[in-house]
C-alpha cells in the first residue's frame, strides 16, 4: 500500500457501508441531534460529588486503556486483505478539483503522481483520476467495503476498458450493488437523490440516463448542485425561485454541511450533455 501525493485535495478515506443507513434530510440538523447536560442530584453532598467524579473519571481511564490495547493487538484482517480488482468490482466516485473550472465534461486524465511507500520511498503512480466538469475530477476505484483502492491505467488495460467504457462499468455496477438513484423532495420544489450508500449519492451524478429521464418533462434542463458527497440536489431551471433557492442552498451546505464537500459549483443537464451552469468559488 502507498500513500498517494496530490494537491487537489480529498484523498480517498475509508468508508462505513452506508447500505442500510437511514435517509435523512439535508437540512434535517444535518442528521445531529443535540447532547442534553446532566446534572448531579442536587441533594448531594460537595464532597460526595467530588469522590464520584474521581470515580468515574478513573473508570474512564481504564476503559480509555482496555480499548486503546483492544485496538492495537486486534487483528487487521480487514486492512490486509486483497481488495477484489475484478471488472464486477469497478466503482467510481466524484471528487473535488480545487482551483478547477474545466468547461466540458471530456475525461482528461491526471497522469502520473508521486506516492510514498510505507518505507519513505517515493515512487510514481498511474492512476485512474481523470479530470471532469468545473472543479470535480472522477476517480475509479474498486470497492473494499471498508477502503476504496483506486485503479490504475494497468488495471484499465488488463480489464480492456477505455476511461469511458470503465464509467459506464462503473455506473451498472453502482446501481447494481447500492441500488438505483431514487429523486425524494427536499426543500420547497427542490429534489435531491438518494441511493442505498449515503456517501455514494454523488456518484449518481454520473448515471446519464437516470437524468436524461428527469430532464424529459423539463425541455429547459435540470440546475444540479452537487456540495457534498453525500448531497446531490436539483431544480428545473425554468423555475427560477427554485433555482435561486437552490444557489443559497447549495452555498451553504458547501460552507458547512456533513461529510466531505465536493463541488461549489452549479451544473446544468440538457439534451444529454452536462454544463456549467454557475462557476465554482475562487477562493
Not at 170 to 199: C, E, F, H
Not at 214 to 234: D, I, W
Request: aromatic share 8%.
Amino acid at each position: 500500500m502507498c500513500m498517494v501525493r496530490s494537491n487537489i485535495g480529498n484523498q480517498i478515506r475509508g468508508r462505513v457501508p452506508t447500505r442500510f443507513a437511514r435517509e435523512c434530510d439535508l437540512f434535517d440538523g444535518w442528521c445531529k441531534e443535540p447532547l442534553r447536560r446532566r446534572h448531579p442530584a442536587r441533594n448531594m453532598a460537595g464532597e460526595s460529588r467530588r469522590k464520584m467524579t474521581a470515580c468515574v473519571r478513573h473508570f474512564l481511564k481504564l476503559c480509555l486503556l482496555f480499548a486503546c490495547a483492544f485496538a492495537a493487538t486486534a487483528p487487521r484482517a480487514s486492512e490486509d486483505a486483497a481488495i477484489d480488482t475484478g471488472a464486477g468490482n469497478l466503482l467510481v466516485v466524484l471528487r473535488e478539483s480545487r482551483g478547477s473550472n474545466k468547461q466540458d465534461e471530456t475525461l482528461r486524465p491526471f497522469g502520473k503522481m508521486r506516492g510514498v511507500l510505507p518505507d519513505g520511498q517515493e515512487v510514481d503512480l498511474d492512476i485512474s483520476w481523470y479530470k471532469f466538469l468545473g472543479d470535480m475530477h472522477i476517480r475509479l476505484v474498486f470497492d473494499g467495503g471498508q477502503t476504496m483502492q483506486s485503479a490504475s491505467s494497468e488495471d484499465l488495460e488488463r480489464l480492456r476498458l477505455s476511461p469511458e467504457e470503465a464509467l459506464k462499468l462503473a455506473i451498472a455496477n453502482l446501481r447494481r450493488v447500492y441500488g438505483a438513484p431514487a429523486p425524494q423532495p427536499w426543500s420547497g420544489k427542490l429534489m435531491q437523490v438518494q441511493s442505498g450508500a449515503t456517501d455514494l449519492n454523488s456518484s449518481y451524478f454520473l448515471d446519464r440516463e437516470f437524468w436524461r429521464e428527469l430532464q424529459a418533462p423539463h425541455p429547459e434542463g435540470l440546475v444540479v448542485a452537487v456540495p457534498r458527497r453525500g448531497g446531490l440536489v436539483y431544480a428545473p431551471a425554468s423555475d427560477e425561485a427554485a433555482v435561486s433557492n437552490l444557489r443559497f442552498s447549495a452555498a451553504a451546505l458547501y460552507a458547512g454541511g456533513p461529510g466531505a464537500r465536493l463541488s461549489s459549483a452549479l451544473y446544468l443537464f440538457k439534451d444529454g450533455r452536462w454544463s456549467v451552469f454557475q462557476p465554482p468559488q475562487t477562493n
